[in-house]
């Protein structure tokens, strides 16, 4: 009967609370917040649970979902578990940081797109991991992820660097220099947004390759595609003469960095072209490409499938 009458909840339930225990709170601090937050009738009765539970030393820092129809002894488990309220969330393939920082900030790991792009683009960030870049664009590896509620902004990117680099460990050959590895993020992330079909991206790898060896540009529509905010239906050729380093259309090579975060297979595509003669390639209505040796035989198929898709083509 004491038992009971020590384990009383405060309330029905209508009072909900995220409840949170800071790193350094012991049980005073936990218990002073737990009437404070009305989810406890007495500070007294909850640390004589406390003892007759013998988990006085035991609550862990976290942020934990608690009600005022919970008793001392259902709040104390739940403080001891370590179960703590958790965030998943799941980058897609090709996404890039613009679009990361807008999924990250709607489910509320990041207060503002701004502070995501900042510590993306931190020089201490970008020097502990030796990426020769100008942000973290290009190795913020593709996932479900699932963190802590209010996990450190930091962290979480640095979360999605560290399984970066695990992931390319599972791929023979990838290079540990950075400026080589930074050279083939790059294309990656063009041939990621370009090649929605899988066995199609060492092809498109391949062509690539191909034209930065007859110092021909890339002419990636993806790079145009980088270079607004939001994805565009159509590429206007006005759009083509936009003075930018990402456009593949006015300068010849790589563009300056990733344009994308690639999965595993557009980087292994990267890594293991297929040996291929062609130059050109355009997409067909079904999302696959038709592929092109000559101008010629592209201009020819440009008429086919753009027309085909409604896309103007003069």
Known sequence: ??????????????????????????????????????????????????????????????????????????????????KTKTVTFTIPEGYNNNQIAEQLVKKGLFKTKESFTKIASSPALLSKFNIKSKSAEGYLFPDT??????????????????????KVTELKGFPEDPGKRQRLVILASIVEREAKAVEERPIIASIFYNRIQKNMPLESCATIQYLFDAQRKRIFFRDLEIVSPYNTYRNRGLPIGPISNPGLSSLNAVLNPAATEYIFFVVKGDGTHHFSKTFNEHVKAKKEYLSENGIDVQ
Do not use: C
């Not at 005073?28 to 649970?49: G, H, P, R």
């Open 1 to 82: 009967a004491g038992y009971m009458y020590f384990d009383r909840p405060a309330g029905d339930g209508s009072k909900k609370v995220e409840f949170i225990v800071k790193n350094g709170w012991g049980p005073f601090a936990i218990t002073s917040q737990l009437q404070k937050d009305s989810l406890i009738k007495s500070k007294f009765n909850f640390n004589v649970m406390l003892l007759l539970k013998g988990k006085s030393s035991a609550m862990k820092r976290g942020i934990y979902d608690l009600d005022d129809s919970m008793g001392p002894s259902e709040i104390i488990d739940t403080l001891t578990s370590g």
């Open 145 to 166: 992820y699932t963190v802590p509620a209010r996990y450190p902004e930091e962290k979480i990117i640095a979360l999605m660097i560290n399984h970066f680099f695990e």
